[in-house]
């Protein structure tokens, strides 16, 4: 798809913490940069990778701030806005929106489970029109993780009421037939689909999809790249060979502190371990199993990093 707002490879970026769990805004910000240094057009900051959830209010206009302050370019950045409270939903993306973000990805009002989508449409219609525009806004369609999935008829009665506010969608369903249907469905009208999955990205590109937004892309965003830029031919399938098996190596444990893992080996700093509760560390074994995986996956070392977890 050409002139998507985000279009290309979008890496859900970690939240670097401190000790005291509190976010570590400079350690953040280099991080972002080195994203977008080896890869990454954009980034996907405070979603399900980034523990948006996890951080409160404050928390989360703090963490968009700091890294504007410490260099991050507003433009690449789609932070997730989304909450349960239909108020705090609002006034996130209106302060995206005031800082110049382009984009905000909105989960939808997960605690009650079983909308209908007159009631989800209720509630995006009440966000749209008090956002009052000047933001594209895009949905994060995560039923494994919200339990609440954007049906293809909300997604078109949303697009008609609300025309040129509702910009795209993370498909993080990991269901190649659900993103194929919203791609075939709207994107001939401009309607961004990102998949969410790094397996599925050469063949949803094919398909006209946007591009990806994947938690893997904190290691793999450069391979990602290729396939973006070249889509087909033995270089493109070489590195969608890596997509795939560093994917299966991400999930081979869990994903976030695993990710988190592979950056605190590679750049040398224990604080990437740091992760809010309920997530965990991963025990000695498991960090071990995880570095294992993503090597045999062949991402290892990162570029700019690598060498300083080789030197330890």
């Given at each position: ?24 805004l400079d350690r953040y910000a280099d991080h972002c940069k080195w994203l977008l240094a080896n890869g990454c057009n954009g ?70 489970k079983g909308p209908s989508d007159d009631g989800l449409f209720a509630y995006f219609s009440e966000v749209v029109n008090r ?182």
């Open positions: 798809m050409k002139d998507a707002l985000f279009g290309g490879v979008n890496a859900a970026a970690l939240t670097a913490m401190k000790p005291d769990l509190s976010p570590d980034l996907g900051i405070l979603g399900t990778t980034g523990e948006a959830n996890s951080f409160g209010f404050d928390e989360r206009k703090q963490i968009l701030e700091g890294i504007l302050a410490r260099g991050v370019p507003v433009a690449k950045l789609m932070p997730g806005t989304g909450c349960a409270s239909l108020t705090d939903t609002v006034e996130l993306t209106k302060h995206a929106k005031a800082l110049g973000c382009r984009g905000a990805l909105l989960l939808p009002p997960f605690y009650y956002v009052g525009g000047g933001i594209a806004l895009y949905l994060y369609h995560f039923p494994q993780q919200s339990a609440v999935p954007f049906s293809l008829a909300l997604i078109e009665r949303l697009l008609k009421a609300f025309p040129g506010a509702i910009k795209g969608v993370k498909d993080s369903s990991g269901d190649y037939a659900n993103s194929k249907a919203m791609v075939d469905a709207f994107a001939k009208d401009g309607f961004e689909v990102y998949a969410g999955a790094d397996n599925l990205l050469q063949q949803l590109l094919g398909d006209g999809a946007a591009g990806c937004i994947t938690a893997a892309g904190n290691v793999n965003a450069r391979f990602g790249q290729i396939v973006y830029q070249k889509r087909t031919g033995p270089e493109a399938d070489a590195a969608q060979a890596v997509l795939n098996a560093s994917r299966k190596a991400a999930t081979a444990v869990a994903l976030i502190p695993g990710l988190r893992e592979i950056i605190a080996r590679s750049t040398g700093h224990d604080g990437w371990r740091t992760i809010r509760p309920p997530h965990l560390p991963l025990t000695a074994a498991e960090g071990q199993k995880a570095w294992d995986a993503m090597q045999a996956a062949g991402v290892l070392p990162l570029p700019g990093l690598g060498m300083k977890a080789a030197a330890e």
